[in-house]
């Protein structure tokens, strides 16, 4: 006989190796009737231990209740007092076909976040309907959210038939809606079935109360969802925990999320894309271990090589790795007070990794609430939204759909947990192929420069209209550097796209690649202790910010907020003139906007102070922001 255990209640069962499992979450609004359904399943499947149920009617009958089959869940005084469930309970029980983890999520409108977080555990759901009250807004909105979470599987029990005489009729209007409203989101019913869970009808058999019906019963509509494959069936991820030099060998640590491994196998290590093979799979106290090991089971493996592995890194068969990327697409749910808006810095984590990023875009947000999805500028606290993810450092990542262990991410602001979600999408990288590209670091260390330079590397990052000044106070400010010992380097955007840059135009796509080229050759100047001064207009707040996200510390912003008019009479290049004739399309200042910055360190107006003020303004903003020193002793605070 199974076991009752507290979870605050929870019958537990061991789940044989032979025998299928699959996780179903019940939703459906609040006094819909989950609780008795489950307590009926218990009971009915033969999963409660014995003397469970005489002991909760002795109980009821010395507290003058009447016996109800929700007493068996509702086990907690507080949820009992409140007479609603609050939080998500996994109940295992077993058919006679698979074992079954019920999630039981709460009903009550301000609990959805419970709902959601039990909801993308399950492979499929029940979704429980009063047949007396119908179909309420809480009923569809649970059915949205399903949909939004990619639960596909969806069988609806229209409960308490009792209450409306087991009549046909309402039975079917009540399925002809839901059924409606299911389709319309892309989710079409496995079944719909009507039941009585207080008295029994149609749980596990079909009654003469609902002779009417031919369908399946709840426990064999559970039978016809399909479990989702085991962990051990998906393609091998292995996030790297940590990595331990003992004796003479190098273990690479961690938790084997999905796959098998055995020694011999040829592996990739991503994002970087690194190719080895396994030398042995190491444990305490006997080692080395001769057969393989699966998902679910930590593991210490040494290869055959010396490579650079870090924390974070996932480990994949060759042919079969994640994407390294640099750009997600995430369905997400909000937890946070604050709204999450685009441009937003915030922190990922996937697996064992993480990286700072930024909300490049908000595609949609959906408040559950008022089952409204919108194009938003925003995900307000409890909504669910579409984002696009810019990644400060190439990680590793599967799609949701493809690996749901290495699909899912967090997301914090400043050090708390803000939401998370489930990765829609990878874009950018490349999967890995069979060469081992290692890169080379320079001889010199950055402090060894910094001494010399009395500086820090950084980029300098000079943003404004055409004609506002960047390129005159730019090689101005790389004078002044190199006259005092620094090493400057200008990287001009008019000049880099006569070379570097020259097989770019100017569409949206091409702005956006010249500014990431500028700034992945201008961190590789910081990292390397140089001050690389980017001159360049850079109109779009969102390029901006991938700027600053991939030179992270090292990135100053720098707006040269000249006014619009005056730009235009100094007119340089003769750009404004010819945007005026008609003869430049695309010129930022006519006809395309510029998006000025917001929070930059420093912002210059040109008209009305001097190159030279405005250069001593900027080692002024450099100094304070410990890019220049003037003493030795100040270095290590600032490397």
């Known amino acids: 006989m199974n076991m009752l255990v507290a979870n605050p209640l929870a019958v537990a069962t061991t789940p044989t190796s032979h025998r299928p499992l699959i996780r179903i979450v019940i939703v459906g609004h609040v006094d819909h009737g989950k609780s008795t359904l489950i307590g009926r399943l218990l009971h009915e499947t033969g999963s409660l231990p014995e003397g469970k149920l005489d002991t909760l009617k002795a109980v009821s009958e010395r507290r003058g209740m009447p016996f109800e089959w929700s007493f068996l869940l509702d086990s907690l005084q507080t949820e009992r007092d409140q007479g609603i469930t609050i939080d998500t309970t996994q109940i295992n029980f077993r058919t006679e076909a698979r074992d079954v983890v019920l999630i039981d999520a709460p009903g009550h409108a301000e609990f959805l976040r419970n709902m959601i977080t039990g909801a993308s555990q399950a492979d499929g759901a029940l979704l429980m309907i009063d047949a007396y009250e119908g179909v309420r807004d809480q009923t569809r909105r649970h059915g949205y959210l399903l949909h939004l979470l990619g639960v596909k599987q969806v069988a609806v029990i229209v409960n308490k038939m009792d209450r409306v005489g087991y009549d046909q009729a309402r039975f079917a209007e009540i399925s002809n809606e839901i059924s409606a409203h299911l389709e319309s989101l892309g989710v079409t019913p496995t079944a719909i079935v009507p039941i009585s869970a207080r008295e029994g009808d149609g749980v596990t058999q079909r009654t003469a109360n609902i002779g009417w019906y031919q369908g399946p019963t709840v426990v064999e509509a559970i039978d016809r969802l399909t479990p989702a494959r085991a962990p051990?069936?998906?393609?091998?991820?292995?996030?790297?925990?940590?990595?331990?030099?003992?004796?003479?060998?190098?273990?690479?640590?961690?938790r084997i999320e999905s796959g098998k491994l055995d020694a011999g196998d040829e592996i990739v290590i991503m994002p970087a894309g690194k190719i080895a093979r396994i030398r042995s799979i190491e444990s305490w106290p006997v080692t080395p271990i001769a057969d393989n090991r699966g998902a679910g089971r930590s593991v210490g493996i040494t290869l055959d090589r010396e490579l650079f592995i870090e924390r974070g890194d996932i480990i994949g068969h060759v042919g079969a790795a994640p994407r390294d990327t640099r750009r997600l697409r995430a369905r997400i749910f909000w937890l946070h007070d604050a709204p999450l808006t685009a441009g937003a810095s915030i922190l990922v984590r996937l697996g064992t990794k993480e990286s700072r990023a930024v909300v490049v875009a908000i595609e949609k947000a959906v408040d559950p609430g008022e089952?409204?999805?919108?194009?938003?500028?925003?995900?307000?606290?409890?909504?669910?939204?579409?984002?696009d993810i810019s990644l400060a450092q190439p990680l590793a990542a599967d799609t949701y759909t493809d690996n749901p262990r290495t699909g899912r991410l967090v997301i914090e602001v400043n050090g708390r947990i803000a939401g998370g979600g489930l990765v829609l999408s990878v874009d950018a990288g490349q999967r890995a192929v069979p060469v081992d590209i290692v890169p080379v670091e320079s001889a010199l260390r950055p402090e060894e420069r910094a001494a010399r330079y009395r500086h820090n590397g950084a980029v300098l990052w000079f943003t404004?209209?055409?004609?506002?000044?960047?390129?005159?106070?730019?090689?101005?400010?790389?004078?002044?550097?190199?006259?005092?010992?620094?090493?400057?380097v200008l990287l001009d955007g008019d000049t880099l796209r006569a070379g570097l840059n020259g097989d770019l135009g100017f569409s949206a796509k091409d702005r956006s690649e010249n500014i990431r080229r500028l700034a992945e050759v201008g961190t590789h100047l910081a990292r390397n202790g140089h001050i690389a001064i980017v001159a360049a207009v850079s109109p779009s707040v969102e390029d901006r910010a991938a700027a600053r996200r991939i030179a992270d510390a090292a990135f100053r912003e720098i707006y040269i907020a000249t006014p619009a008019e005056v730009c235009e009479s100094r007119d340089p290049k003769g750009h404004y003139a010819k945007a005026r004739a008609g003869k430049l399309n695309g010129f930022t200042g006519i006809g395309n906007d510029y998006q000025a910055p917001t929070a930059s360190e420093l912002t210059i107006d040109t008209s009305s102070r001097s190159i030279a003020d405005a250069t001593d303004d900027i080692e002024r903003m450099l100094a304070e922001t410990g890019v220049l020193f003037s003493e030795l002793v100040d270095l290590a605070a600032h490397i």
């Open 371 to 387: 089952l409204s999805s919108v194009e938003s500028k925003a995900i307000g606290r409890n909504h669910v939204g579409e984002i």
């Open 232 to 254: 051990e069936q998906l393609a091998l991820r292995l996030p790297v925990q940590a990595i331990y030099k003992f004796d003479d060998r190098r273990i690479v640590a961690g």
């Open 464 to 488: 404004g209209l055409p004609g506002a000044g960047k390129s005159t106070l730019a090689r101005a400010l790389e004078r002044r550097l190199f006259q005092n010992g620094g090493s400057p």
